[in-house]
């Protein structure tokens, strides 16, 4: 099938590092930006671009289902993203209706547990009966667990999760005082899943853009200037590589003893 994923192909050589020794990030996070530039270089539409990006969406879930990372969540449409022109979400809603008819199948396939994450009630009735069906479809495979997040604001998310907290204190399962960082967490998106170990920008810009706040508190953040589209399996190597140079400390100091730290 034209642009599925291509497991059964050999390991595309390494770019210019051997990242097979490195330690690898169990959750790698990336907010795809850079679509429409990568379109309007071309003088296209800005719909070609996000096109486009599909290509790279599949080389990143490839990638990571043959790395073995646990989990890759993508910032596909963001709570802000309704404030573009109407012909261009409308653009995006199609095609994220045709990649779900298109995909899901192939994903379960590949041992996938799909997962929308965000506001899924504000979508048209047909689009979001295809995503609870590929998510309940998927939901006991457990070979990556890949998260999209679509009408998703990390604003919302901490908002909801408080609700949801709130909720529960009212219905007696939950003391208010036993409220803190470790039970709040269990109702964010994600909940479920090993922290973002790597977070990735891609196209150049380097803010979060209201994606997840709560769960990259200690994330290493990595921007890159490639535009979504041309964002492949060479580029997220580099990632990969760079990840593997941070020193994460969460506020500690370096495991090796002795060692002097500024
Ligand atoms: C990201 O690319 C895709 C979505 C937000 C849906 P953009 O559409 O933001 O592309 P640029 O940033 O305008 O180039
Ligand atoms: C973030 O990109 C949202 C997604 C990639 C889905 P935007 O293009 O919407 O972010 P801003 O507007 O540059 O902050
Ligand atoms: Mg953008």
């Given at each position: 099938m034209e642009g599925s994923l291509t497991l059964s192909e050999p390991a595309p050589a390494p770019a210019e590092v051997d990242i097979s020794t490195l330690s690898f990030p169990r959750h790698v996070a990336i907010v795809m930006d850079g679509n429409g530039r990568w379109a309007r270089a071309r003088h296209r539409p800005r719909r070609f671009g996000h096109h486009a990006g599909q290509k790279a969406v599949r080389a990143a879930i490839e990638f990571c289902l043959r790395h073995g990372v646990r989990a890759l969540t993508l910032f596909?449409?963001?709570?802000?993203?309704?404030?573009?022109p109407k012909d261009e979400v409308g653009a995006l809603m199609e095609l994220f209706l045709k990649a779900l008819d298109r995909e899901v199948d192939e994903l379960h396939g590949h041992g996938v547990r799909i997962a929308f994450i965000g506001?899924?009630?504000?979508?048209?009735p047909a689009l979001r009966e295809r995503m609870l069906a590929a998510m309940e479809k998927t939901r006991r495979n457990d070979r990556l667990a890949l998260n999209v997040a679509v009408n998703y604001g990390g604003r919302w998310d901490i908002a909801h999760a408080a609700k949801q907290a709130a909720l529960a204190v009212q219905r007696g399962?939950?003391?208010?005082?036993?409220?803190d960082e470790h039970t709040l967490a269990?109702?964010?998106?994600?909940?479920?899943?090993?922290?973002?170990d790597l977070f990735i920008r891609t196209g150049g810009e380097q803010r979060?853009?209201?994606?997840l706040l709560w769960q990259t508190a200690y994330s290493e953040l990595c921007f890159s200037d490639v535009l979504w589209p041309d964002f492949d399996a060479a580029c997220l190597q580099r990632a990969i590589a760079e990840f593997a140079r941070r020193e994460r400390r969460y506020g500690g100091?370096?495991?090796?003893?002795?060692e002097a730290r500024r």
């Open positions: 596909a449409f963001s709570s802000e993203n309704w404030r573009r506001d899924l009630s504000a979508f048209a399962e939950l003391a208010a005082e036993a409220i269990r109702y964010f998106c994600l909940a479920d899943l090993p922290p973002v979060i853009s209201n994606f100091l370096a495991a090796t003893p002795g």
